[in-house]
């Protein structure tokens, strides 16, 4: 089955820093999407973006699915944004069926 | 309700015993979804639901396991004999179509205990 995996797995920024998080997967796909995971254990979607580029905010994420990665950009960082940031994906075989990485990690620290 | 609630929150089991965990949907969501999630790792699929019918159950890890959805609204999942490598928390998401798509959401899940 596809495989993702995700980069850094922990990563420590001060608030008002800027990082990269990359999601790399085996296999061609037909959906990817960013989550933030909460420390209350909350999954929120964060992008839902098999191609191309978004912005929502502080937040973008760009996708080359050619190429098979995404990355998920987090501008001027806030405490709020700690928690974990997972990739998951849909294989071409299934339009239900989500396969997550292991996430990063991320602490915001004030 | 708002949103996806999942019951209960916290569940401790004594190895062996039965468990029952419960998820009401959004109102009106067709498809319905189960994952498990380790410690420390992300969420794995487990089966899927559309309206009452159970298309997709290949994630469930063993017959132990069984998941319902007899009218197509509030769903539970069952673990029978719980073991410790059951211990995880489960989640529940909907979604109004047949894909896992924007318009998906998660509950906050049941972390299961089982010692």
């Known amino acids: 089955g596809i495989q993702v995996e995700q980069s850094p797995p922990d990563l420590i920024l001060q608030e008002g820093a800027n990082s990269t998080l990359r999601c790399n997967f085996s296999?061609?796909?037909?959906?990817l999407q960013w989550f933030h995971q909460n420390p209350w254990g909350q999954l929120i979607n964060l992008f839902y973006?098999?191609?191309g580029t978004k912005q929502n905010g502080r937040l973008s994420a760009t996708t080359v699915a050619t190429e098979r990665y995404s990355l998920l950009y987090i501008s001027s960082s806030q405490t709020t944004d700690s928690g974990v940031y997972f990739c998951?994906?849909?294989?071409?075989?299934?339009?239900?069926?989500?396969?997550f990485g292991s996430g990063t990690r991320l602490l915001v620290r004030p | 309700g708002a949103g996806v609630s999942q019951s209960p929150r916290y569940k401790v089991a004594k190895r062996g015993q039965d468990v029952a965990l419960r998820c009401d949907p959004i109102?009106?969501?067709?498809?319905l979804f189960w994952y498990q999630q380790a410690l420390g790792q992300g969420p794995e699929f487990l089966t899927y639901?559309?309206?009452?019918?159970?298309?997709?159950k290949s994630g469930l890890p063993s017959d132990r396991f069984f998941a319902e959805r007899p009218e197509g609204s509030v769903s539970t999942l069952k673990i029978q004999r719980t073991q410790q490598e059951d211990s995880a928390v489960y989640l529940c998401?909907?979604?109004?179509?047949?894909?896992?798509?924007?318009?998906?959401?998660f509950g906050q899940g049941t972390r299961l205990t089982v010692v």
């Open positions: 998401a909907s979604s109004p179509s047949r894909s896992f798509n924007t318009e998906a959401f």
């Open positions: 296999d061609s796909v037909n959906n």
């Open positions: 973006i098999p191609s």
């Open positions: 998951a994906v849909e294989g071409l075989d299934s339009s239900y069926k989500l396969i």
């Open positions: 109102s009106g969501h067709v498809s």
């Open positions: 639901f559309q309206n009452e019918a159970q298309l997709d």
